[in-house]
């Protein structure tokens, strides 16, 4: 090449850092793509994980308390899980029978609830509105059934949601157990990779935020 006072030069690459660079472009790519793939693939799992930890927190104050008083801690996280169950199942039985009546009572009362608002509105602001139209939006039942029946994918769409969902509820309170049951061990595995002189600090902070985080997911 040739520069603007007339010299000439040229320009080299080394062959060395080229191949380095191209080795280390493409191990970048295969590393970004293999990282890629397993978060895609683990991605559900580790949601789960989540919800157990975030489980295993809430029934921290309760198992500690039960420790306390004696109790061995794998009893005492077993006897709080089913309690949670429990109280789940019974929140859900007493008020989702509750919501259900509800939306029935409010189903069958759209009809008159159409009239009262098109009288109230034609009175008011001297509009002609048709109680039949005003109904037509409401009328989406049969949209979604279709929506559910395609993301169902049918019978066998149904029964496959239904046992994954089972499936991952299982995961998750099998996953809080232990996560309960072995708290302590797991922190002191934890705490033993770290200096001795941030194990103390660590432990504590880690008592403290668990005591905290139960009580706030537990309110």
């Known amino acids: 090449d040739q520069s603007p006072d007339g010299r000439t030069f040229t320009i080299r690459f080394d062959q060395d850092s080229v191949r380095r660079t191209v080795i280390a472009t ?14 895609d693939s683990a991605s ?12 295993s927190i809430a029934m921290e104050p309760a198992v500690h308390r039960l420790a306390n008083r004696g109790w061995r801690r794998g009893l ?8 949670l169950i429990v109280t789940t199942v019974a929140f859900f039985a007493i008020f989702g029978k509750l919501m259900a009546d ?27 509105i048709d109680p039949q139209n005003l109904l037509s939006y409401f009328s989406f039942g049969s949209d979604l059934a279709s929506l559910a029946s395609n993301l169902a994918g049918g019978v066998f769409g149904i029964l496959g949601m239904v046992f994954g969902t089972l499936f991952d509820g299982i995961a998750m309170l099998v996953f809080a157990y232990y996560f309960s049951a ?10 033993s990779w770290l200096p001795t002189a941030h194990q103390r600090v660590f432990i ?4 403290i935020a668990v005591t905290k985080t139960g009580g706030f997911v537990v309110s």
């Open 182 to 191: 072995d708290g302590p061990r797991l922190r002191r595995a934890i705490g």
């Open 44 to 55: 559900h799992f580790i949601f789960l994980f989540m919800l157990a930890w975030l489980l």
């Open 204 to 207: 504590t902070v880690w008592d």
């Open 76 to 83: 005492a996280s077993a006897v709080v899980l089913f309690g």
């Open 102 to 128: 509800q939306l029935g009572q409010l189903v069958i009362s759209l009809p008159g609830y159409a009239d009262q608002i098109a009288a109230w509105v034609n009175a008011h602001f001297h509009t002609n």
């Open 26 to 39: 493409v191990a970048i790519l295969v590393t970004y793509s293999i990282l890629k793939w397993l978060w």
